[in-house]
Structures are given as C-alpha cells and as structure tokens.
C-alpha cells in the first residue's frame, strides 16, 4: 500500500466500480471513472477537425490513402469529464489504468493514456472479480498495456466503420434512408429471414399413430401397473412420423420407405387391435450416466437466462454488469469454461456442506471450451472470491433480477464440479397381431435415476418446450421378454408437422456462437441493434424479422453475397484473434479488405477488388424495384402477389401473373434514389396495406384474400347519400379509417372491421359533431382523440363517458359539463384494462391499466408504459416482465428540490436604497463567486473520490 506522501490515481469505466474498488484500496487512493470510452471516430463529416472535412474520407473517419489512420475526437459530452480527469491527474504520483481485461477494455485504458497524456508512472492494472484480494493482487503486480489487444479492437473498430458506413449508403440508395448495415448485424439479420423463409415455405402434413395403454398383471414395488406404448410399425414397414415429410411440399420424403396412416386407417387398425394379445418381444437395459454442464459463459448465460427468467441478452448483461461491479461475480463477458483452482476448492466445499461428501467427485473437473480463439477473459462466470455466498445470504443485498441471475451463476458453477447424474434406461418392444394377420409393433422406452448427482443442483432448460428435461423419469413395470400383457385403452393420436421454430435471442446468439461468429461483448448488443434498427420485431420471446430486413439481406445476398456469408465473417472473426493474438497486421488485414488483393482467396471480397470498389462500381447494377419487391405467390387466378417496400411501409400488390413484380409503383413509394420520377400507377393492380405487426409468414393465400377484401385493404361500403361520393374502408398506417371524399375517420374501438356497414360509417364521418352553440355563440364539438371521446369549446375540452355519446351528447348535457371544474386530482379508480397473471420473476400479479398518458402495465410498485406497437390485448408476460424489470433497474427519478426563496425585503426600502443595495450585493456576490471557484479547482483532487454518481 502507498505511503501517506504518495497519490494514487485509479481510473476505471463506470461510477459503480469505482466505489466498489475504492473501499478496498483505502486512503493514498483516488478511484474515479472514465463514463465509458473518453474518446471515438467521428459521428461523420460534422464532427471532423476542420483540417480533415475536406479530404474525401471525411465521412469515414478513417484516413483510407494513409495507412488506415483513424482520427479520433473525444466524445462532446466526455469534453468536462476529460478536463476532470486531467486536473486530478496533476495531483497524481502515479495512475493506474483498471479498466476491464477484454479487447474494449484496453483500447478505453490506451484511449485515456493517448487523451491524458499523463507525465507520470503509468501501470495497467487488471483484474477479472472485483474482492479485496483481487484489487490488492491486481495492484501488486500490474502490467503494460497489450498493444496486439488495442490493434485488434481498434481494428475491428475501423473495420465496423468502413463496412458500416459504405454498405449502408447503398441501403439508403437503393431501399430506404435511415437504414444500416453492420459486418455481424447484418449476418444476424441473414440468420432470421431465413428462418422465416423457411417457414413461409413450409406446407404442414397430417399424420397418425396410435397409444396403447398397457398392464402388467401384477405391478412390483418400485415400477407401475400400466404403461403406455406407441405404434412404431405395421407389418415390418415403419409408421410415419414427422421427420419423414418434406417440409416444403407436405409429402413424405422420396424412398423414406414408411406407412403414413390418415385418421380412418388409425382408427381402423386400433379398432381391429381392440381385445388382442400383446406380448414383449425385446427389452434393452443400459446404464444412464449423463455429466454436468461447463460454468456459463457470456453466450450460455444469456441463453440460459432467456429460458429460465425470460431476460433479453441486453438485461441479462445489464444485471451481470452490476453484479460484477458490485463484487458478487466475476467478468462477464468470457468465452472460456475455465475455473481457478481456488474456485474449484470452493466449490468442492461448498458442495460437500450443502450436498454430502459423495455428491463430490474424486477428482476436481476441467472443462474444454468449444468456442475457438478463447482468450477474451481467464475465468467462466461464476460467484466471486475464494469462498462463494449462497444465494440466500446475498439476498436481502440485491435486487429480485441480481438475486435470480446470482442464483442461477451458482447453482451452475456448483453444479459443474459435482458427481455425474447415474441410473438405467430401458427400451421395450411390444407386438399384437390382428385377427387379419396385421402385425404392429409397439415400442416404450423408460429412465429411472439412481442417483442425481449434479441434478440436485441444476437442471438445464432447452430451447424446444416439448424437449423432455434432463431431470425427468419415465418409470416402467418390470418387463422381461416373451412376457403378455393386457390391453386397457387404445387411442387413435392425430399429429401435424410444424414449421422450423423462430429464432429467440437465446438461440440466435447460440447460432452466432456455433458459426464463429461474433464475440462475447458483442451478443447483446447485436441482439439490440437489429431490433433497434426494425429489421426485427419480438413478438414475446420469438424475433420476426421485417420486410425492410427481407429488401436489405436480398440486396446483400445477390450483389454482396461475401458479406453475409457465415463462413467469411467467422474467418473474419479468426483474422482479428490472429491481430489480437500478434500473429497478423491489421495494415495488411484492411488494405486487402478495403482496396483487394490478386492473391486472395478465390470469391473473397479481397478478391473482387475489394470493399470500395463493390460498392461504387457496381452501383447501377442493383434494380431498387426488384430488391423492394417480395414475393409471395402466384394465387389460384394467375395474379402474382408481391410486398412492396415503400417508402411509407410494406403493403401488397396483386396483378397479372409477371405483372405486378415488375410493375412501376407510385411515387411516394419509391426508394429514395427514384424518387422524382414519373409515377405509373396503370399497371400496379391491387394494392392493400399490411397491418402492423403482422409477420410474413402468416402472409398466407387466406390472409392475404381477406387484406384485400376485409379491413386490411379497402372495401366500399356504399355512397355517401348528400355528396355521392364512395365511402370506403380502408386500412391505414394507425389502423383502419372510413374515408369518403376529402373527409376521414378513424374507428371506434367497438368496432369490427369486417362487420362495418355504411350506417355505421356515416356516423363516423359526421365527426367532429357540431352538439351546438352557447349563448355566446360559441360552437361545441363532439370529438374522438387519441384518449377517448369529449367535447370541446374554444380549447376548452371536457371528457366523455363512452364513444356512444359522441353521436348523442346534448347541448344541454355538454354545457353541464364544460360548466364543472376539470378533474385535475387523482381520478377516481378504473378497473384494469387487462389482468395479465402472475410475474415469473417477482411472483407479482401484473395488470394493464390506462392512465393519463395511456396504458401502463404494473405490479403494485413500478410502472411502464406500453410502447409503440404494444396493445393491452398484445402485451404478452415476458415483455411486462421484462419492461418492468428495465424500470426496476433504472430506479426511481431523482427528486426535484426547490430552489429556496430569498427572504422579502422590507417595503419601506426607498428605490435608491434598493438600487445601492443591489449593486453592492452584485459585486459582492461576484468576488464571493470568484473565491468559491478558486477553492473549487484546489480542492478537487480531494474530494473526487466521495462524489456519488448514480449508476
């Protein structure tokens, strides 16, 4: 430790580290945080030092002809922190870098030396928990900064920007202003449409089986009387089952060889088996041993807490961020399985207490990772310290998500150093012949569990529900061969086949991890980004890609196909752990990338002379009409049916088979590099919007007929009888509207699209509704706005009870009304809109319930309000669960404190005496301003380690 004469300067990333670090340090010590990254590329050519705007790489931030130079400029709302940072450094004997031990975290610590030029001892400190021991350790025996680590992330940084910038000015060309493209967002987004093409190609199929419920004459002690069995082949030909169809056609694959039994054929057969001798031909026994999981790491974690909490990846690090900062876990952004030995000890401890000695193998275990190029941290994720807390004595220290995420980072460590789960599995084969000779085999199969080993500890979740855990027993009779067994039931079971499932986060990211693609700081916020872009939409856990995301990957797929290609971003991924590692140059990586390279890899980017020159030469090639055009398929009366990508969202078009993909669309719908141009609208056909939140996939035949009949598309109704104008039903950006002429209206709530009449929508079209006027004249509408019906004089507006009084409301009535005070208190209690259940993380009921600003889902204590795009009806238990959550964590609003009111001077004070007295209070205040300044600058190297920042 220092001594008193000596000052030490510790800089960190976030507020909540630095107080955790700076109580084990103790005095001798300032501990201040860096917010994050101090200094970045430019946002674009604004942001540029004005002796750069004019080169032609200004956009990029990057200076392309000179060695790939990046120009950085610290970030303007970092500017006063910087100046912090500086003045408690001129105080400092010496600093030391404690930012976090990845790739980010060195390039923060080089970007703070690089910004704080600091002419004292610099020592990099680095630690992977945040304990006493460990602080101490790390302050014992710091090191230099890795120079290959800041290559490799500045590399990657650069590289992000070239691709970034370039490739989504050819989206904002060719589809849509606004939009990005990112090296792992974009393959992301890849991932997720073609899952989804996937399954707006599938064609479901039917198929049959049958159940057998069967008894043993004489149950044993340990094992049931009855059982059931499943028909698995008639006749020596093997019974269909889902795996034999062909998910495109709804056919049984070519050659598959089995018998597909409809529900006649099933019922027929079980009928015919019904009263028949069923005997045991084969009984097969092995022994059961199934190993523990490896500790988690940033992918697993996040996979495991989408299934068991049903957190986002982006609440799942945002709870492991604060319990590593607050010393409860170690680093959570990791990709190796290891444990350190004193790790392993505590665990073998901890086991031996809670569980008995036997639940503890001989031998400590070691695991492997899977992920290649494993060195972003030297520990999984696990409790912090040499001894680990339970989850219940931490509880009453953290919040309902830090307890749950602990609980499950220690059950799973715990878990990875106990004995193996042991026991016996049995498969049975079972035949009954019908009077007709028929032969059908049945088959059963059972678990039973001896000995539980790490199962008592934790159990892992899967992604498929009807996955049978790891856990489960399925007991059966005591069977030997040859053995007759009684017939008690016989069912006829009809099964269809289901579509690929969508992707959730939690398997997206495992998708990503298994490619090779993608690194463990980057997960979440790629999970993030492809929403935040819309090129993803979740729809309770399931991720639903948009059709602007089908225009951008079918863009990229035909002219770019190397950038999205798996293959070529996880070698990507390789070449950056080789920089990382000091086994390449980035010079070399970026030259090839950006300008080629003859001797690349055959199909390469490098090879095709490179980024800049795909997407400036090749630009007049990609037609913005076909790349904006999906198409669905050609309906049973030839006409083609496509979406369009406009530029106020994707709606249908319906015309003659070859027509409507290539028909010319209307000018507002254009993408933004045709706009301008003369609108032919003659040959569009059909059109009909696409509601809102509908996924593609459901874009089937049926839908797609009732868009265009119903309320999705536009239905006339009739005419109006005082203009003739049509008055038609039509489905808009908000939802659907009547519209006759000039003049539009919005439905009510109560109503159904599809049962509309032309009453009801006249009625709508007389709104605003002139009630009348008051004895002054003045006019008093009857209006619907965005929270309900009222009336309304002059700016004046008064709430109405239902929407049938917007047609009925009196004048009288509504002069009684405006006459009464508004209601600015506390209304009086709704009932909820909605009662949602019980949250599976804080085992609170939720209810939606509407408030001034709209509706809100709670629990009693916090409150979120729905979002864009969310209903009461569609808000489903995770994204409550998880909005509240986000809330939790945020905390409460800071209180607003009143300023305090100068004392009232007297009223006899003459205007001179009060203008003298003003002067000199002015220039008092001013020097006394002056002086509390000065000491201000003196003494900030003192207190800088007691200010409070909210995390």
């Known amino acids: 430790m220092p001594t008193a004469s000596r000052n030490r300067l510790v800089i960190v990333e976030s507020p909540a580290k630095a107080k955790t670090i700076s109580g084990y340090l103790g005095p001798g010590y300032v501990v201040e945080a860096s917010l994050g990254h101090i200094r970045d590329l430019p946002a674009g050519a604004k942001q540029m030092p004005e002796k750069y705007k004019k080169e032609p790489w200004a956009y990029l931030g990057v200076d392309v002809d000179n060695g790939f130079a990046p120009v950085y400029i610290v970030n303007p709302d970092r500017a006063k922190h910087v100046t912090r940072l500086k ?95 990112g090296r792992v967002q974009s393959v992301a987004t890849r991932i997720v449409v073609e899952r989804e093409k996937q399954r707006m190609a599938f064609r479901a199929a039917d198929y049959w089986d049958i159940t057998a419920t069967l008894a043993v004459e004489k149950a044993s ?89 049903r957190f986002s990846s982006a609440a799942t690090m945002r709870t492991a961020q604060r319990l590593y900062e607050n010393g409860y876990i170690t680093y959570m952004r990791t990709d190796s399985v290891n444990l350190s030995e004193s790790a392993i000890a505590a665990a073998r401890t901890q086991i031996a207490e809670l569980y008995g000695s036997g639940a503890v193998p001989p031998q400590p275990r070691r695991y492997s990772g899977k992920v290649k190029n494993a060195q972003e941290a030297h520990e999984a994720i696990r409790p912090a310290g040499d001894t680990f807390r339970t989850p219940g004595a931490v509880r009453n220290e953290l919040s309902t998500e830090e307890y749950r995420l602990y609980e499950l980072i220690w059950q799973r460590t715990i878990a990875s150093q106990m004995s193996d789960a042991v026991g016996m599995t049995v498969s049975v084969r079972i035949r009954a012949t019908t009077a007709q000779n028929e032969e059908a085999d049945f088959a059963a199969s059972g678990r039973t569990i001896t000995d539980p080993g790490f199962l008592r500890a934790y159990v892992e979740s899967s992604d498929d529900e009807s996955a049978e855990a790891d856990d489960a027993e399925r007991k059966l009779p005591v069977l ?33 991890e298994e490619l090779g693609i993608g690194r463990p700081s980057t997960y979440s916020s790629i999970m993030q ?111 083609d049916v496509v979406v369009r990508v406009g530029k106020f969202g994707p709606y249908l078009q319906r015309g003659p088979q070859g027509g409507a993909a290539k028909a010319p669309v209307a000018e507002e719908d254009l993408p933004a590099d045709k706009a301008g141009q003369d609108a032919e609208t003659a040959a569009d056909g059909d059109r009909a919007s696409i ?104 700016g004046d507006s008064r709430s109405l009870e239902n929407e049938e009084q917007l047609f009925t409301v009196t004048l009288d009535q509504a002069l009684t009304l405006l006459a009464a005070p508004k209601q600015r208190g506390r209304r009086a209690a709704q009932p909820p809109l909605r009662e949602m259940g019980v949250d599976p993380l804080t085992d609170k ?20 309000s729905l979002r864009r795009g969310q209903t009461p009806e569609s808000l489903t238990m995770e994204q409550a669960s998880e909005m509240l959550s986000e809330k939790r964590a945020k905390g409460p609003a800071p209180k607003k404190t009143p300023a305090k009111k100068a004392p009232a001077k007297k009223a006899a004070a003459t205007k001179a005496t009060k203008a003298g007295a003003a002067k000199k209070a002015t220039t008092a205040k001013a020097a006394t301003a002056k002086k509390a300044a000065t000491g201000a600058a003196k003494s900030v190297p003192k207190k800088a380690a007691a200010k409070k920042t909210a995390d």
């Open 845 to 864: 009921p939720l209810v939606i319930k509407d408030g001034r600003f709209g509706p809100y889902v709670t629990d009693g204590e916090s409150n979120a």
């Open 87 to 181: 003045a408690l450094m001129k105080d400092a004997d010496e600093v030391f870098l404690a930012t976090d031990e990845d790739r980010e975290g060195e390039a923060i610590a080089w970007h703070l030396v690089e910004t704080l030029k600091p002419k004292v001892p610099v020592k990099r400190m680095v630690f992977h928990e945040i304990t006493k021991p460990a602080i101490q350790a790390a302050v014992a025996n710091p090191r230099e900064i890795d120079r290959d680590l800041v290559d490799a992330q500045e590399t990657r940084r650069i590289l992000d920007r070239l691709y970034g910038y370039d490739v989504s000015a050819v989206l904002w060309k060719k589809v849509q202003r606004g939009l990005s493209a």
């Open 480 to 512: 030997v061969k040859d053995q007759k067994l009684t017939e008690e039931g016989l069912e006829a079971v009809g099964h269809t086949t289901q579509p690929p499932s969508r992707y959730t986060e939690a398997s997206l990211v495992k998708a990503l």
């Open 221 to 309: 002690e340990t094992g049931p009387r009855t059982f059931t069995a499943t028909l698995i082949a008639l006749d020596g030909d093997r019974i269909a089952t889902g795996k034999d169809f062909e998910p495109t056609t709804g056919r049984l694959r070519p050659g598959s060889g089995v018998v597909q039994l409809d529900g006649d054929g099933a019922r027929g057969l079980a009928a015919r088996l019904d009263d028949r001798p069923f005997t045991v031909t084969k009984v097969e026994e092995k022994p059961y041993r199934r190993k523990p999981y490896a500790p988690f790491i940033t992918s697993t974690l996040q996979q495991e807490a989408a299934r068991k909490l």
């Open 529 to 639: 980004t492809i929403q935040d872009r819309g090129y993803v939409i979740k729809r309770g856990q399931a991720l639903i890609p948009t059709f602007v995301a089908f225009a951008v990957i079918g863009l990229l797929e035909q002219h770019y196909p190397r950038l999205v290609d798996y293959g070529f971003t996880a070698a990507m991924e390789d070449q950056l752990d080789q920089i990382a590692g000091g086994d390449a140059t980035a010079l070399e990586f970026l030259t090839s990338f950006y300008f080629g390279s003859p001797g690349a890899a055959e199909g390469s980017v490098a090879q095709a002379g490179g980024l800049k020159k795909l997407v400036t030469e090749h630009l007049g090639e990609i037609d913005a009409r076909s790349i904006n055009s999906i198409r669905l398929f050609t309906d049973d009366q030839g006409r």
């Open 691 to 794: 509601p809102e939140g509908l996924a593609p996939d459901e874009l089937t035949p049926e839908k797609v007929d009732e868009l265009f009949l119903g309320g999705g598309g536009e239905r006339k109704l009739g005419e109006h009888p005082e203009t003739g104008e049509p008055v038609v039903l039509k489905s808009g950006r908000y939802g659907p509207y009547v519209s006759s002429g000039e003049t539009n209206s919005s439905l009510l709530k109560t109503h159904v699209p599809d049962q509309l009449t032309l009453a009801d929508a006249l009625r709508l079209l007389s709104l605003p509704r002139l009630v009348g006027k008051d004895a002054e004249g003045q006019e008093i509408f009857a209006k619907n706005g965005r929270y309900g019906p009222y009336i309304e004089r002059e």
